[in-house]
């Protein structure tokens, strides 16, 4: 079983920045892809970011411009950074991995009770709060 930690969060005043890791073990970026999900308070799980076996990356559309995620791939670890907060990137961050096979990282995940459900990933981080304030 593949374990995700996640470090990073915290509170941040709006226009700051803050990085998160995420490191998997075991895990080969030659298999799987490693990426971002947050959750805001009553909301859906939405795709932040993710970077491939072959070091492309996706952004939402919301993040782009202000995220920038990168890996080390000696350290099986991803990392996301966030400049130009803002109070609607208020969420808990999920870092998640998912197969380098199709299909391709569902950009929201449905959420039973407020868990995301993750069926179409292969491992899931308990997450890290994540708080811009204005």
């Known amino acids: 079983e593949v374990q995700v930690v996640e470090s990073g969060g915290g509170s941040v005043q709006a226009g700051g920045s803050l990085r998160l890791s995420c490191t998997a073990s075991p895990f080969s970026f030659d298999d799987s892809d490693m990426g971002w999900y947050r959750q805001a308070p009553g909301d859906q799980c939405e795709l932040v970011s993710y970077i491939s076996s072959r070091s492309t990356s996706y952004y939402a559309d919301s993040v782009k411009g202000r995220f920038t995620i990168s890996q080390d791939n000696a350290k099986n670890t991803v990392y996301l950074q966030m400049d130009s907060l803002k109070p609607e990137d208020t969420a808990v961050y999920h870092c998640?991995?998912?197969?380098?096979?199709?299909?391709?990282?569902?950009?929201?995940?449905?959420?039973?009770?407020?868990?995301?459900?993750?069926?179409?990933?292969?491992?899931w981080g308990q997450g890290t709060l994540v708080t811009v304030v204005s």
């Open positions: 998640a991995i998912k197969s380098a096979l199709p299909p391709p990282w569902p950009e929201r995940l449905q959420s039973r009770g407020g868990t995301c459900l993750t069926r179409h990933l292969e491992s």
